[in-house]
């Protein structure tokens, strides 16, 4: 079964600066897609960015970026620039054919 | 589109009661998943539907618990009788099946509490 590892509960930047959120995954499929979610106090689940495993090329939208590292099955969110509308819970997300499955998270803390 | 829309947004009911959840997932998915978030466990996958059949409902932990899609576009998710270690925030999300690079639309969940 796949499993999806966020090793950081916690993390806190500075605004403007830039923070890196780790994910590593397990798998033995080939064919997969890997997803950030953001769950702001509202509650409510963003999709902020998605990877496709056959691309090579890191995902980047706007000040998000990811690193992906298929042979390291590692999956970390860049966020530049940060603001304080970016402090949030952050998810982590495996999609195989099936489902998918989420890591534990990472609440990141913005100071002003 | 409105998105998926679940209801109530808040539910408070006393131990040994019905609760019923409800969800309208985004018109034209076929896929439909419903989750629980907790501090404890995160966000676990209860069951999920590929057009309206339910799928895989390993995730459901009692038979306490139980999920129906009577058509594609509503769907509900049951717990007879609740306790309060039912208490969580319950989310509803629908996706395109097959289609793993759509991510899921979540609804904005229902927290639920148990006394």
């Known amino acids: 079964a796949q499993t999806v590892t966020q090793s950081q509960p916690e993390m806190s930047v500075q605004e403007a600066e830039t923070v890196t959120l780790s994910c590593t995954y397990d798998t033995s499929e080939s064919d997969y897609y890997l997803f950030w979610y953001k769950q702001p106090p509202s509650r409510q689940m963003i999709l902020v960015i998605r990877q496709e495993a056959y691309k090579q090329q890191n995902a980047t939208e706007n000040r998000f970026s990811v690193n992906f590292q298929k042979a390291a099955k590692s999956f970390s969110l860049k966020i530049s620039d940060s603001q304080l509308g970016d402090a949030a819970m952050y998810f982590c997300a495996y999609r195989s054919a099936r489902n998918m499955r989420f890591g534990a998270g990472t609440r990141l803390t913005v100071k002003p | 589109d409105a998105g998926v829309i679940q209801s109530p947004r808040h539910e408070v009911t006393e131990m040994g009661q019905e609760v019923t959840l409800r969800c309208k997932p985004i018109?034209?998915?076929?896929?439909l998943f419903w989750y629980r978030q907790t501090m404890m466990r995160g966000l676990e996958l209860l069951i999920y539907f590929n057009n309206n059949v339910p799928i895989d409902d390993s995730g459901m932990p009692e038979d306490r618990f139980s999920a129906k899609m009577p058509n594609a576009s509503f769907s509900t998710l049951k717990i007879q009788p609740s306790e309060p270690r039912d208490s969580a925030v319950y989310f509803c999300a629908s996706s395109f099946y097959g289609g793993r690079g759509y991510g899921y639309t979540f609804g904005s969940g229902t927290r639920l509490t148990v006394v």
């Open positions: 018109s034209g998915h076929n896929s």
